[in-house]
């Protein structure tokens, strides 16, 4: 059972060049997200998913887009790279537990990403 | 929204200390409350979790309990280890929100 993983795990960018993240998960879960980690500011939510189709925006959403046209994966792009987008970005998935309570979220290993 | 204030670290501790990492949370509801561990170099993993007011989590030594009266969930473990040294982010998580995580405590453990 791979869990969440995340394709790549490192990457430099030049300004203005654009990428996309890939996150899978193999759990069948439902919600899935992407966070971005910087020194010092913990984990912030850049955009999640309720469902497959469905996706809405976090804390720091701009210059990010997602997508989320299979269960299984979440794609985040960036369309036009910054030094800002600098950070380590992770991807996590959950469930809903008994009682349609979420219970846990799955970590992916993260991707380094930096902008030159 | 949610919101989670946690002990500002680093937190340096001999082998065999006594650890305490406070959490205090601000959510609406009922929330679960989680801690969270990384390891360096890795992602995020579940360390414990309670769901309703004064469960107790523990794993690894490691406990805590919720206490709603005081929107708290202090972790702590009683001796810790070189293998401790890691980042502990305390996370409330409520019905149709998303995980709230704080800065995170880094704690050192020296042998």
């Known amino acids: 059972n791979a869990g969440v993983t995340q394709t790549p795990k490192f990457r430099v960018l030049k300004t203005g060049q654009s990428m996309t993240l890939l996150c899978a998960q193999d759990?069948?879960?439902?919600?899935m997200y992407w966070y971005r980690q910087d020194p010092g500011m913990g984990l912030r939510l850049i955009h999640y998913?309720?469902?497959?189709?469905t996706t809405a925006k976090g804390e720091v959403p701009d210059g990010y887009n997602v997508s989320r046209l299979k269960k299984q994966n979440f794609l985040l792009g960036l369309e036009s790279a910054a030094p800002s987008q600098t950070s380590v970005y992770f991807c996590?998935?959950?469930?809903w537990g008994t009682g349609g309570r979420n219970t846990e979220a799955f970590f992916g290993q993260g991707t380094r990403l930096t902008v030159v | 929204g949610d919101s989670v204030t946690q002990m500002e670290g680093p937190v340096t501790l001999s082998e065999e200390a006594f650890l305490t990492i406070n959490c205090t949370y601000t959510?609406?509801?009922?929330?679960?409350l989680f801690w969270y561990v990384q390891y360096p170099g890795e992602g995020l993993q579940l360390l414990l979790k309670?769901?309703?007011?004064?469960d107790k989590g523990s794993n690894k030594g490691f406990e805590a309990t919720y206490r709603k009266e005081t929107t708290s969930f202090h972790l702590e473990k009683g001796s810790v280890q070189v293998s401790d040294s890691a980042v502990y982010f305390c996370?409330?998580?409520?019905?149709?929100?998303?995980?709230?995580f704080g800065p995170g405590t880094r704690l050192s453990v020296l042998p």
């Open positions: 309670a769901t309703k007011a004064d």
């Open positions: 996590a998935s959950s469930y």
């Open positions: 959510a609406t509801g009922y929330p679960s």
């Open positions: 759990m069948n879960h439902e919600y």
């Open positions: 998913s309720v469902g497959e189709g």
């Open positions: 996370a409330p998580y409520n019905y149709g929100q998303n995980f709230v």
